[in-house]
């Protein structure tokens, strides 16, 4: 099984500050990786897909890297709309299982 | 645009089968994996079942031996069900469309992608005694 470790579990930032999120994979395999954005409340939004393409309507703020086992997405500076709780996803082929990571909550500071 | 619009029953006592249903308003099956995602009280989201438009069915492995999904292709809407529930299944669970697929480059390398683009509104199911 595959499990996904992100990292930290909260960030405190202010408006306007960089925020970088890390997922890291038990193992590496050769699949890309998907981040989704979570509000109370709400059901999760796909905001990045293959680690690094960002979903339909997703602002350029927000940006996706990485490959093997270590994945970031990266918030240029955030927005007040920014706040939430974030997950990254991959499935792996064989047997075919899909893991979430345990989310990383970014709050306002 | 697609959505999918999910129902069920919102409160079960343990022992019982939890049975949610999820529409497919305004796109196809065909083309997809169809999952069940759920998300117990302020903790994260566990992935539970996947189906595809042909019938093909993959479960996560803690929750195999109680889960059962499947679809209606001619209403576009897909199932889950769960036996013998606990208060370990009180969660909120969602439905989403899972696109599934692999790019093939000249370097030989084939990987996989897998993403859910569109998800329900959610279901709060509770199992209390």
């Known amino acids: 099984e595959i499990l996904l470790t992100q990292s930290p579990a909260t960030l405190s930032l202010s408006p306007g500050e960089r925020a970088t999120l890390s997922c890291r994979a038990s193992?590496?395999?050769?699949?890309?990786l998907a981040w989704y954005q979570q509000k109370p409340g709400q059901a999760p939004r796909l905001l990045i897909y293959?680690?690094?393409n960002r979903a339909t309507g997703i602002p350029a703020r927000f940006s996706g890297s990485g490959s093997g086992t270590d994945f970031t997405l990266t918030i240029s500076s955030l927005e007040p709309e920014d706040f939430a709780v974030y997950y990254c996803?991959?499935?792996?082929?064989?047997?075919?299982?899909?893991?979430f990571g345990g989310g990383t909550k970014v709050e306002i500071k | 645009q697609v959505q999918l619009q999910q129902w069920g029953a919102g409160l079960l006592k343990p022992s019982e089968t939890l049975s949610l249903t999820c529409a497919v308003d305004?796109?196809?099956?065909?083309?997809?994996?169809w999952s069940w995602i759920r998300q117990p009280p302020g903790k994260g989201l566990e992935w539970i079942a996947e189906?595809?438009?042909?019938?093909?069915?993959n479960y996560n492995p803690s929750l195999q031996s109680r889960v059962t999904m499947s679809l209606d292709t001619s209403k576009s809407l897909f199932s889950l069900n769960l036996t013998s529930v606990t208060a370990a299944d009180t969660a909120v669970y969602y439905c989403?469309?899972?696109?599934?697929?692999?790019?093939?480059?000249?370097?030989?390398?084939?990987?996989?992608?897998?993403?859910?683009?569109?998800w329900g509104k959610g279901t709060t199911v509770t199992v209390s005694s």
């Open positions: 989403a469309r899972g696109l599934f697929g692999r790019y093939y480059y000249d370097s030989g390398t084939t990987p996989s992608y897998y993403y859910m683009d569109v």
């Open positions: 305004g796109g196809s099956l065909r083309g997809f994996y």
């Open positions: 189906i595809n438009h042909g019938g093909t069915t």
């Open positions: 193992q590496s395999v050769s699949s890309f």
């Open positions: 293959d680690s690094s």
């Open positions: 996803q991959q499935r792996r082929n064989w047997p075919p299982v899909v893991t």
